[in-house]
Every structure is written in structure tokens, then in C-alpha cells.
């Protein structure tokens, strides 16, 4: 380093500057004579004129990192007016002045007293001035001049992680890019070589490699497996100096995965399966299942199953289970023992995503035989048809036979069959089944027009099995026979007017069949035979199931005849021929002359500002009304003030409830003796209960007398066990109570009660020598015996 700086000094000193030499201050470098220095000239003959400042050099070099134990030396300032007689005093300020940097008043020789870091602080700006020591005043200007700190090599290169994470497809070709690393060098990268850094992997060969200059990663090795190998940790190392012996180095450890490629196809373990189903199961009911192998992981394992031949290749079907990739086999058609009991399907697993470039390893499917097996299940009886409609006319006698139905057992062992009608479906009974033969018959008459279709379900149940039955609906179709007559379809009132003319239409007449003849209804219209001659009205007959009323004179006298019933038949042209007859009634009315009607009622001419009968009719029911109401109302108020005081339990009001049942008292003795608990020497015998009415007559049992020290625990249940063995004693829950108290206590009665009715005098005063608590008491009882005395 002595070398280095005065290689330094002599590049100074070198410069066509006059330089001075002075002393160095107590702490030094050790540097030689010859000395950085910056002069400051100036004309020292007359101190008041300006002078022309001479700067040697304007700036510093500064080593960083300086390890020496003095002072580290910068430079020398130094200025034309001083003539080395101490007069003049240098001052340093600006960055780090009086901390960093210190400069010799007296020389100006500037010293480092620290440790520099460039990384931290490149440049420094220092102001020098030399000032006269006597007045104090600057002989010449401020300068300004700078230290730059020189770099060295004293930090390593780091990257921006710590650890890296990439991932690449396996398979890679050679040279496909993983990950690009980067490390910097905090030195300063204009000097030298210290921020120069180049890349080396030191762990992950052969299958990894990495650009010296760039840190980019690429794949080394062909063909990397991840089904052998997912995981690698790459250690990249970042040196500066260019890489030179003596460059500074960091590392960094970069984990790389393999990610997944399709590049293995399924496989199957096995080459044949084999499963069992009962001939019952329905479609959609899965068999068994299989799963074909694939070594690689998330949508390049994916698995599709697929039936590509055999003999059930339309009775059965596989799906694949998305979360476990298994081809599961279901029924996809009814199955039946009696004609196949085993299936032969081949089927195939392939990869639905296949990568073209590895189509060269071998197609990605595979494929194995399945065997199914149908086990025999004992099955219901089958009917012959899935529905059964049949045919009866409804005038078909009772027991008459519609139909039959027909099932078998589908099973090998063909058991016997009966047959039963389901009664939840035919609550009348109107329909029979022959449990044998499965023929229907009728057991009521039928009636089409109440009800023309009969849905009935029949039953088939296996003879040696009742368990195994199956069901059939029955549809029965009532036919029509012409057993209606045809009728009026409403009810006919019609008006003629008094100036009518002859042959003049005055209704329309409609009717309606409740049967329904094959070819369609065929109406004809007459006037009854007792009413054709001498009628007013005669009957057109319109040929279309309608016809027509027309008058038969000219005028109506509405006072000679006010209503006019007109009886009409009706019959149909079906075999049997089926007629009926329907009355028209025709009011003679009074109309405009437009043929309104006005009045049909012969009063109105005679009373014409008088009420209709109607009217009086209306007005003669309210007044009927109203006088039931009233009677209604009073026959309520009389009853109300019968009603007793308490009319329900919910009745809050008070009231006074006389209880005429007293009872006997103490002197009621007949239910239970309450003097032989008091005393129980005193036993009556032969005393039998009141209370109730014994069905025999039982003698009560005598007991023996209780001692006179009996204890009253013992009395009691000696009582107790007495009625639980009576069998005169009553069949319901009563309650005995046991008042004796035993036959007396040695201390004798503790009750003042009893010793007031004492006739001997007690003296209390003692109680005022108990103490001051019990002399109240004692002037109480003493107070008492003299009001007595008084």
C-alpha cells in the first residue's frame, strides 16, 4: 500500500504546480517528503488588494477500507500569503469537516480519521480558507475542492434470492431455458474489475448448465424422466473480478421440478376381469369396476373407458369416475337368465390428451376383457302385456265374462300362478278375476252414462312364492246401449203475443240423449197424440235434432186463457226406440208493437195502479219474518233471566255455593275409630266398617293390645299392616291418620298451656338472677301474677 501511494504522490507531484513541503503533524501516514498540496497565491506586498488564487490541483484520491493504525493522510493546502511565520490559519469545512477530516491550522495538512466506504459515500465537497490569525480576517476566498474515495474489492456479489423456484417440462430438449439468476456487486463497476461478474454452476451437473455472463439456466442432459427423477437443487455461484483468482463470491440454490408431459399411455394390471350381477338389477346399477394404470399426474392421466366389442355391447355401459379414474360397468338393459347367463366385453382405456411428439413411444390406450356372469334371481310372474284394454255393453248380465289376462313365471322352475284383482282400485266390486285362469267377469250391472271407462289394476302372484307378484292395469270400456230417453235439453217457458199472427215462430225447442249412438243422435219432435187436436200450437219438426212452436190462429185473449201446456214427445230413431215427453208452458202476454213484451198477467188490465202478487207475496213474508224474529228475541229474554248464577267453571264473578253435605263431626265415629289410635287399649271388637258396603261379611281381625311404653314407629306400621290385610278395607286410595302420641315422656309435658291451668303459684323471680336479659321476662311474669292478685 506504501508502494500504491507513492506511486499516487508522485502523480501529483508531477503536475506543473509549484508545491510546498511542510511538516506533518504529529499523526501521519508516513508519507514521504514530497506532498499532495494545494496552493493558494496571492500578492503579499499589499494585503488589501485581491489576489489571484493559484490552485495546484482541485481534488483528492482516497483509498477506501484503510486499515493503517494512524491517521490517514489526504493532501496539503497552502496558500501564496503564507510566509511560514504563523500568521495565517487554515480552516476546513463542508462534508465530514472537523469529524472525517481534520485539517493542521498552522500546515494544512488534511488527515482522515476514519474508515471511508465508498459504497456508502463516493465524493466528498470540502471549503478551505486561510484567514489572519491576528485579525481574523480571510486573506484569501473560500475554495472548493473535492475527495472522491478510490474503490476496492471489498464486497462479494449477491444475488436478489436466496433460493429460486422453476419448474421445466420433462423431456426437455437440450438448451431449453429454466430460470435466469442475477447477482450484483455493490463495488463500483467503472474501476476495475470489482463489479465484474461472471456465473459457474458448482452443483446440478450433468443435467443443468448456466450462461457465464447472463446467469441463465438450461436444460444439459436429453430426455429427463419425471417419473424417475421430479426434484433438483442447482447450486449457481456468482464471482467477481471477472472470475480471477482473489474475486470475492456468493451462491444462491435454485430448486427445479420436472412438470408432467404425457408421455406414458394407461396400462391395465390385468388382462381379464370378471364380475357377477342377479338378472334383477335395473338399468343403471353398477356391476364392477376397473382402473387402468397411468405413471403420469393430473390431466395427462385421465382416463377414458369405452365398450369397443363383444357380445354385450348393447346391454351394458361403462363410465369413468373423474376422481378415481375408474371405468365403472353398469346395466344399460334389462337382463334375463333364461336366455343369456354370460357376457363377454372388451374394453378400452385411453388418454383423451395425447401429446403428437410422443406418439413415436406407442399408442396411448390399452385394452382387457370383461366377463359378466348373470345370476338367476327368483322374478315375478310377467303378464303377457304391458296393458290390457277390454270391451262389455252395459247392459251385459252379472257373471258375464270380458276378458282374461295371462302371466307366467319367467323362471326355469315355471310355479303356478293365481290371479286377484287389487280392491283398492275397484271399491265397488262391479269387476272378478277366475284366480285360475285369469278371466274377467262382471259382478254388478253397468251403467255407461255414471261411468264409461273402468281402470282396474290385476294381480299375478307366484303360487309357492306370495312374495313374488307383479301388477297389470286393466282398462274396461263401457259400450253404449240406447237404454235413455232423449229430453229436453232446458226448461221451456215462452210468450205469445194477443195480436199474434198464425203460423208465427215462437220457440226453439233443443234436446239431448245421455247415450251416444254410434251414427250419431236423430231427434223427431210431435205434439202429444191427446193434445194434436184442438190445440193452439202446432210443432214443426227442423229435421236437425231441433224444432219449432208456431202459432195456429190469429190472436190471443190473455183473459180467456192466460197459459197454455204444451206436451211434446221426443224420440229418438235407435234401437230400442227410446221418447219421452216434455211439457212447453206458453203465457199469453201483452206486447209493444214491435212484439215486446209488456204484462203477462190478467190483473194488470182490471188493477192497473194495483201491487202483483208477487209483490204481495214478498211484502206478506217479511211482515211473516218479522214477527218470528220478535217472538224469537222475547222467548231469548225470558230465558236469560232463568240461567243460573254459575254458568261455567270459567265464571270469575263471586258467588255463594251452598254445600248442604255436613259432616257428623267428632261424634262420627262409623268410618274410622280416631279413639283407638288415641288409645289403643280401647279396641272395639266386632265393630265392622260404614263407610262402604262389604261384599261378604268378614269378621275384623283382633289384634293384640299395644304395651303401654309400645313406640310409635312400631304402632304405626303394626296399624299399617293391619289394613293392608283387611279385606273389608275399601278398594281406593284413603287416608288414615295416626294421632297417638305414645303413652307419655318422663319429663312430662313441656307446654306452658298446661301450666297455666296449673292452681299452684310459680315464683318467675329467679329469673331476675340470671341476668339483665331475662328481667324483662321476669317483671312480664311477675306483672301478670299481680294483675291476678288485683
Not at 217479511?622 to 222475547?634: E, K, M, R, S, Y
Request: glycine residues 6%.
Amino acid at each position: 500500500m506504501r508502494t500504491y501511494r507513492y506511486f499516487l504522490l508522485l502523480f501529483w507531484v508531477g503536475q506543473p504546480y509549484p508545491t510546498l513541503s511542510t511538516p506533518l503533524s504529529k499523526r501521519t501516514s508516513g508519507f514521504p517528503a514530497k506532498k499532495r498540496a494545494l496552493e493558494l497565491s496571492g500578492n503579499s506586498k499589499n494585503e488589501l488588494n485581491r489576489s489571484k488564487r493559484s490552485w495546484m490541483w482541485n481534488q483528492f484520491f482516497l483509498l477506501e477500507e484503510y486499515t493503517g493504525s494512524d491517521y490517514q493522510y489526504v493532501g496539503k493546502l497552502h496558500s501564496d500569503q503564507d510566509r511560514g511565520d504563523g500568521s495565517l490559519k487554515y480552516i476546513l469545512s463542508g462534508d465530514g469537516a472537523g469529524d472525517l477530516f481534520i485539517i493542521n491550522e498552522n500546515t494544512g495538512d488534511i488527515q482522515a480519521t476514519k474508515r471511508l466506504d465508498r459504497e456508502e459515500k463516493p465524493v466528498y465537497i470540502l471549503r478551505a480558507q486561510a484567514i489572519n490569525r491576528r485579525t481574523g480576517r480571510p486573506v484569501e476566498p473560500e475554495s472548493e475542492f473535492i475527495i472522491k474515495i478510490h474503490d476496492i474489492n471489498d464486497n462479494e456479489p449477491i444475488f436478489t434470492k436466496e433460493v429460486y423456484t422453476a419448474t421445466v417440462p420433462e423431456m426437455s430438449d437440450v438448451g431449453t431455458f429454466v430460470v435466469q439468476v442475477t447477482a450484483t456487486d455493490a463495488d463500483d463497476p467503472t474501476y476495475g474489475n470489482s463489479a465484474k461478474v461472471v456465473y459457474s454452476i458448482l452443483q446440478g451437473q450433468p443435467y443443468f448448465s448456466v450462461e457465464s455472463e447472463t446467469g441463465i439456466i438450461k436444460t444439459a442432459l436429453l430426455n429427463m424422466d419425471r417419473e424417475n427423477r421430479e426434484q433438483y437443487q442447482v447450486v449457481i455461484q456468482a464471482k467477481d473480478m471477472g472470475g480471477q483468482m482473489g474475486g470475492l463470491s456468493g451462491t444462491t440454490t435454485v430448486n427445479i421440478t420436472l412438470t408432467d408431459v404425457n408421455d406414458n399411455p394407461p396400462r391395465f394390471p390385468q388382462s381379464t376381469y370378471q364380475f357377477k350381477t342377479p338378472e334383477s338389477s335395473p338399468p343403471g346399477t353398477p356391476i364392477g369396476r376397473i382402473k387402468a394404470s397411468d405413471a403420469d399426474v393430473g390431466e395427462n392421466a385421465e382416463i377414458e373407458y369405452s365398450i369397443t366389442d363383444g357380445e354385450g355391447l348393447d346391454m351394458f355401459d361403462v363410465v369413468t369416475d373423474q376422481e378415481t379414474q375408474e371405468g365403472i360397468i353398469t346395466v344399460k338393459k334389462l337382463l334375463d337368465f333364461e336366455k343369456k347367463k354370460v357376457y363377454t366385453l372388451k374394453v378400452e382405456a385411453s388418454n383423451p390428451h395425447v401429446e403428437p411428439r410422443f406418439l413415436y413411444l406407442g399408442p396411448f390406450k390399452d385394452s382387457a376383457t370383461v366377463r359378466i356372469v348373470v345370476e338367476d334371481v327368483d322374478e315375478p310372474p310377467v303378464f303377457s302385456k304391458l296393458a290390457y284394454i277390454l270391451q262389455i255393453r252395459e247392459d251385459a248380465q252379472i257373471n258375464t265374462t270380458i276378458g282374461s289376462v295371462t302371466a307366467q313365471d319367467p323362471d326355469a322352475a315355471r310355479n303356478p300362478v293365481k290371479y286377484s284383482v287389487d280392491r283398492h282400485t275397484d271399491m265397488d266390486r262391479i269387476f272378478n278375476i277366475d284366480s285360475g285362469n285369469g278371466s274377467i267377469f262382471t259382478s254388478k250391472l253397468l251403467d255407461r252414462e255414471t261411468l264409461l271407462w273402468h281402470n282396474i289394476t290385476v294381480i299375478a302372484t307366484e303360487i309357492n312364492n306370495p312374495k313374488q307378484s307383479s301388477r297389470v292395469p286393466l282398462y274396461i270400456k263401457v259400450l253404449d246401449v240406447n237404454d235413455n230417453a232423449p229430453e229436453f235439453a232446458e226448461f221451456y217457458e215462452t210468450f205469445v203475443c194477443e195480436k199474434a199472427k198464425a203460423d208465427q215462430l215462437i220457440q226453439t225447442l233443443h234436446a239431448v240423449d245421455k247415450d251416444d249412438p254410434y251414427s250419431g243422435h236423430q231427434f223427431s219432435f210431435s205434439l202429444a197424440p191427446e193434445a194434436a187436436s184442438g190445440s193452439n200450437f202446432t210443432i214443426q219438426d227442423n229435421k236437425d235434432n231441433t224444432a219449432g212452436i208456431l202459432t195456429r190462429k190469429n190472436g190471443y185473449n190473455r183473459h180467456e186463457m192466460s197459459t197454455y201446456l204444451l206436451p211434446v214427445v221426443i224420440s229418438d230413431n235407435d234401437y230400442p226406440v227410446q221418447s219421452s215427453t216434455g211439457t212447453v208452458t206458453v203465457r199469453v202476454c201483452a206486447c209493444d208493437h214491435h212484439g215486446n213484451m209488456q204484462s203477462c198477467h190478467a190483473e194488470a188490465l182490471i188493477h192497473p195502479t194495483g201491487l202483483s202478487t208477487g209483490a204481495l207475496v214478498a211484502i206478506l213474508l217479511c211482515i211473516v219474518i218479522l214477527l218470528v224474529t220478535v217472538v224469537l228475541f222475547a222467548a231469548l229474554r225470558r230465558q236469560r233471566k232463568k240461567e243460573p248464577l254459575i254458568i261455567s267453571k270459567e265464571d270469575i264473578r263471586d258467588n255463594i255455593v251452598s254445600y248442604n253435605d255436613e259432616g257428623g263431626g267428632e261424634e262420627d265415629t262409623q268410618a274410622f275409630d280416631i279413639g283407638t289410635l288415641r288409645n289403643p287399649e280401647a279396641i272395639e271388637d266386632n265393630k265392622l266398617r260404614r263407610d262402604i258396603v262389604p261384599e261378604a261379611l268378614f269378621l275384623p281381625r283382633r289384634t293384640p293390645t299395644a304395651r303401654d311404653n309400645t313406640d310409635v314407629r312400631d304402632f304405626i306400621n303394626q296399624r299399617l299392616k293391619e289394613n293392608d290385610t283387611d279385606p273389608t278395607a275399601p278398594p281406593y286410595d284413603s287416608l288414615a291418620t295416626y294421632a297417638y302420641e305414645g303413652t307419655g315422656s318422663v319429663a312430662d309435658s313441656l307446654s306452658s298451656l298446661e301450666s297455666v291451668t296449673t292452681d299452684g303459684d310459680q315464683d318467675y323471680d329467679y329469673l331476675s338472677d340470671w341476668g339483665p336479659r331475662f328481667k324483662k321476662l321476669a317483671d312480664m311474669y311477675g306483672g301478670v301474677d299481680s294483675d291476678k292478685d288485683s
